[in-house]
């Protein structure tokens, strides 16, 4: 039997396997630095990001993680910061599932513009995107300053 639903405090240890795998596939495992209480506390306390979990006969196989942000041009805003599926479960159609679930809240909170970003070496994730005649930016470059770069200045 196959879930989606809204993620809660007790799925995150799940939901941060799920990010270290991603990491993984990504070619960046040593990027993952936050750690299950930092998210605990980020997720109850702070409020800063909203998930929603795929489960298949009680265990965790899939997440997607947003949060809102503000634009000057648009007002409220949704980012899909990651969509993941297992390994053994992708290409089952479980990613349509928990997009479908995020472009149904940004329906429903009225957001006007929904944003992610994808690697431009993935190619599955670029078709999965296509079907829904996403668009791809190629204006806009992606800028970052990282926390060691932060504390020096």
């Given at each position: 039997m196959l879930i989606v639903r809204k993620g809660l405090q007790a799925d995150l240890p799940n939901v941060l396997e799920l990010?270290?795998?991603l990491a993984v596939?990504?070619?960046?495992?040593?990027?993952?630095?936050?750690?299950?209480?930092?998210?605990?506390?980020?997720?109850?306390t702070d409020l800063l990001?909203?998930?929603?979990v795929l489960e298949k006969n009680t265990v965790?196989?899939?997440?997607?993680?947003?949060y809102y942000k503000y634009s000057t041009?648009?007002?409220?805003?949704l980012f899909l910061e990651d969509l993941i599926v297992t390994e053994n479960e992708r290409n089952n159609g479980y990613g349509k599932l928990?997009?479908?679930a995020v472009v149904n809240t940004a329906k429903?909170?009225?957001v006007r513009r929904m944003e992610w970003q994808v690697l431009a070496w993935n190619i599955t994730a670029i078709g999965f995107y296509q079907k829904y005649k996403s668009q791809f930016d190629a204006e806009w470059?992606?800028?970052k300053l990282i926390d060691s770069q932060i504390q020096s200045l």
């Open positions: 990010i270290k795998e596939f990504e070619k960046a495992p040593s990027e993952v630095e936050v750690n299950l209480a930092e998210m605990i506390d980020w997720f109850e990001f909203d998930f929603f965790t196989i899939g997440m997607a993680l947003f041009w648009k007002g409220k805003c928990l997009f479908d429903c909170e009225k470059i992606n800028c």
